[in-house]
């Protein structure tokens, strides 16, 4: 049975920092490019940031380039994204995404973000 499971959302002030992970099970995880999307209400899912299978190669949405980070553990089969400088603009729901050249793509619950004062 697959599974990504997120963690680590929560509210945060601007200019405060999170880290997300995602705890893949039920698949080759090493096998899979991984991703961060997130969902603002109202607003339709954007990619944040992504990660080859060996962790080679990472590529960032323009809006986050500079300030998050994703890196992943293949050892403990988990990928995630530090978010630093936060801003009100990042609010919303981060989903974990699992992608093959063949096959399915794997999506996480999500984890709520919200960045207040």
């Known amino acids: 049975q697959v599974q990504l499971v997120e963690s680590g959302g929560g509210l945060v002030q601007p200019g405060g920092s999170l880290r997300l992970s995602c705890a893949a099970s039920g698949f080759t995880f090493s096998r899979y490019a991984m991703s961060w999307y997130r969902q603002a209400p109202g607003k339709e899912r954007e990619l944040v940031a992504g990660i080859t299978s060996d962790g080679s190669y990472t590529n960032y949405g323009d809006s986050v380039k500079g300030r998050f980070t994703i890196s992943r553990d293949n050892w403990k089969n988990t990928v995630y994204l530090q978010m630093n400088s936060l801003q009100t603009e990042d609010t919303g729901v981060y989903y974990c995404?699992?992608?093959?050249?063949?096959?399915?793509?794997?999506w996480g619950q999500g984890t709520q973000v919200t960045v207040s004062s």
């Open positions: 995404n699992a992608h093959a050249s063949v096959g399915p793509d794997y």
